[in-house]
């Protein structure tokens, strides 16, 4: 079992450009959620998907969208960058009370 | 102030000591869970918690939910350099909330030999 697996691993854009983040969930588990975590922080919620919809959603702009495929991988994108938005982002799944959280991808906005 | 708080922010230890790191929410939980971290990595999963009085060990990692589902402790017994990372507690509030989990600042443990 591969566990939860990101993409990619780092990632460098400049302000105002947009970016798409990839997630492949844990064998068996149906729920993705994302998170950003910020140097010093804990991670932040930004949202979760269920059955490839919108279920929560934290406190983040419309910049942040994300998507949910059937074999349940997941999407986040973010328009618009900004200086603010550079983080470590995590994915992580679950399935009843288990949470695993993926590796993370680093985005630097300069 | 934070919805959760963790303490100590850091701490530093010789290797073999013992030592409790503490998270304390403002809110009743439906479920605590405690995560280790190195640095620019992601989460590692080390136990959920989630009925009063309950307690989880694994290996010489030992957590507990006070009876009042607000507060856990994480303690470490006869620490060792393995043990150094980051210890993060997120707190699940269940309901419309499950599965969002709200993390507190984190507790930064280095381990010296």
């Known amino acids: 079992d591969a566990g939860v697996t990101q993409s990619p691993t780092h990632l460098i854009k400049t302000r105002g450009q947009q970016v798409t983040l990839r997630c492949s969930p844990k064998?068996?588990?149906?729920?993705v959620s994302w998170y950003q975590q910020a140097l010093g922080q804990g991670p932040q919620f930004i949202f979760q998907?269920?059955?490839?919809?919108?279920?929560q959603r934290g406190n983040f702009p419309d910049r942040f969208s994300g998507h949910q495929f059937p074999n349940y991988s997941s999407e986040l994108n973010v328009n618009a960058l900004l200086l603010g938005d550079s983080a470590l982002y995590l994915c992580?799944?679950?399935?009843?009370?288990?949470?695993?959280f993926g590796p993370g991808t680093r985005l630097t906005v300069l | 102030s934070q919805e959760l708080e963790q303490s100590p922010q850091s701490l530093i230890v010789q290797e073999g000591k013992n030592l409790t790191i503490n998270c304390t929410s403002s809110k009743t939980l439906y479920g605590l869970y405690w995560y280790k971290q190195k640095y620019g990595e992601g989460l590692i999963f080390l136990m959920m918690?989630?009925?009063?009085?309950e307690e989880k060990s694994h290996e010489k990692i030992t957590a507990k939910l006070d009876e009042k589902k607000q507060q856990s402790s994480l303690h470490i017994t006869a620490s060792q350099p393995s043990h150094a990372g980051i210890y993060l507690c997120g707190a699940d509030k269940g309901g419309t909330s499950y599965g969002k989990l709200t993390f507190g600042q984190g507790t930064i443990l280095t381990v010296h030999p």
């Open positions: 992580a799944s679950s399935v009843y009370n288990e949470q695993f």
């Open positions: 918690l989630q009925k009063g009085g």
């Open positions: 064998s068996g588990h149906d729920t």
């Open positions: 998907y269920y059955e490839e919809e919108e279920r």
